[in-house]
T-cell receptor, first 112, second 113 residues
Framework: DQQVKQNSPSLSVQEGRISILNCDYT??????FLWYKKYPAEGPTFLIS?????DKNEDGRFTVFLNKSAKHLSLHIVPSQPGDSAVYFC???????????FGSGTRLQVQP | DTAVSQTPKYLVTQMGNDKSIKCEQN?????MYWYKQDSKKFLKIMFS???????INETVPNRFSPKSPDKAHLNLHINSLELGDSAVYFC????????????FGPGTRLTVT
């Protein structure tokens, strides 16, 4: 039972353009949503988060949008840079267990 | 300075053996976690400890036993290793059990032959 889904396993964009990574969830008890970035042979590193009571959070080139009615969130990276090439995981925390549930990741490749 | 460290980074062993993976965090956090990244790349929570107390214990075979000697360390011991235990295991920590941001170690790739 996948409560957090990232349906696009990979995405390729040109340097300077916008990258949009998508994530869908099913559990209404999630209170925080997070994006993690992962390079090969490293652990995931926290990128940006959003509370379930908000619909947008911005940090520099990274913006996360949350659509609660659609149970959908997205990460926008503008402008994309080659160093952004990595696997991006969407994660959500439920209020009860306070554990993170992860999606399967989207591999982003930014072409110079 | 490494915030969350794990040893070893790679572990190759045979079926039936017993092995341990160690995790240490120097962030002063109260809560630590073990995740397993399976072949489909999902990271799934296995255990969580808060100040040495077990607070999350997912449906994991009892061959897996976490041990937290102090709040900066959370080790994972695995008995009678099976082929299906092959995966990457990540340790993580958060400031406390209410904090949603978790910091991950580099992972330990376990291969059971």
């Amino acid at each position: 039972d996948q409560q957090v889904k990232q349906n696009s396993p990979s995405l390729s964009v040109q340097e300077g353009r916008i990258s949009i990574l998508n994530c869908d969830y099913t559990n209404s008890m999630f209170d925080y949503f997070l994006w993690y970035k992962k390079y090969p042979a490293e652990g995931p590193t926290f990128l940006i988060s959003i509370s379930s009571i908000k619909d947008k959070n911005e940090d520099g080139r990274f913006t996360v949008f949350l659509n609660k009615s659609a149970k959908h969130l997205s990460l926008h990276i503008v402008p994309s840079q080659p160093g952004d090439s990595a696997v991006y995981f969407c994660a959500a925390r439920d209020t009860g267990r306070r554990a993170l549930t992860f999606g399967s990741g989207t591999r982003l490749q930014v072409q110079p | 300075d490494t915030a969350v460290s794990q040893t070893p980074k790679y572990l190759v062993t045979q079926m039936g053996n017993d092995k341990s993976i160690k995790c240490e965090q120097n962030l002063g956090h109260d809560t630590m976690y073990w995740y397993k990244q399976d072949s489909k790349k999902f990271l799934k929570i296995m255990f969580s400890y808060n100040n040495k107390e077990l607070i999350i214990n997912e449906t994991v075979p009892n061959r897996f036993s976490p041990k937290s000697p102090d709040k900066a360390h959370l080790n994972l011991h695995i008995n009678s290793l099976e082929l299906g235990d092959s995966a990457v295991y990540f340790c993580a920590s958060s400031q406390n059990r209410a904090a949603y941001e978790q910091y991950f170690g580099p992972g330990t790739r376990l291969t059971v032959t």
